[in-house]
């Protein structure tokens, strides 16, 4: 595990908004995030972002924002188990309000979820609940569907399973391919997460059964 200038922040606080976010890949969410940050009315910061593995573009583009970064890789310790105390001390030093998970592809062990279940946010490049797991694309195109889209949810234990914040549709076309529809989902799926992360922070979440509640109660 390796770390690049963390600095353990103040306490949180419900109102200070701050963001952990996961990434394993290119971290195009993440920028997205980045984009909307800086604005005070949005009500929610990037204080960190921690990735699964090294020397990808997402930590790159948290360096040249100023972000704290810091890398977990799972073939640094004996077991899942281990590594997932570890994301949770790790996310714990900067304490929190909400985890986003930004194309971070690994599930939660209970000492994750134990430490900050019912705040973890994530998304999925299909209507959930068709088409969970790695190739919601791919699944959705060899099904035939002529609309899927994207999903914002809170994270369970299982895969893909948590309860649903928000959705948005994407019409298939005759000549998409994955990659193509997969672009297009992207389009829509981050300004959705920007918006529902920043509702969270300014008016909290709450989870009852399988109904994720946006809003002070």
């Not at 921690?50 to 704290?68: K, Q, S, W």
């Not at 705040?119 to 569907?145: K, M």
């Not at 649903?164 to 297009?184: F, K, N, S, Y």
């Not at 959705?192 to 809003?215: C, D, Q, T």
């Amino acid at each position: 595990m390796t770390h690049e200038t963390p600095q353990r922040p103040a306490p949180a606080t419900r109102e200070s908004g701050r963001l952990v976010v996961l990434v394993s890949g290119t971290g195009s969410n993440l920028a997205a995030l980045l984009a909307a940050h800086d604005d005070p009315a949005y009500g929610a910061r990037v204080v960190a972002v921690i990735a699964d593995r090294g020397n990808i573009r997402a930590l790159d583009i948290a360096r040249e924002a100023g972000i704290p970064t810091a890398v977990v890789s799972v073939k640094d310790f004996d077991d899942r188990a281990a590594w997932d105390a570890a994301v949770a001390e790790t996310v714990a030093v900067f304490s929190p309000d909400l985890i986003v998970l930004a194309g971070f592809m690994k599930l939660f062990g209970a000492t994750f979820l134990g430490r900050f279940g019912g705040r973890i946010v994530n998304t999925h490049p299909a209507l959930l609940p068709s088409f969970p797991g790695a190739h919601g694309v791919r699944d959705a195109l060899a099904y035939g569907v002529k609309v899927t889209g994207c999903t914002v949810m809170v994270v369970d234990e299982g895969i893909d399973t948590g309860p649903i914040l928000a959705q948005a549709t994407v019409a298939i076309e005759p000549d998409d391919d994955e990659a193509t529809l997969h672009e297009r989902i992207k389009a829509v799926e981050q300004p959705l997460l920007v918006e529902w992360v920043g509702r969270i922070a300014r008016g909290g979440l709450r989870v009852e059964g399988r109904h994720a509640i946006v809003g002070r109660a």
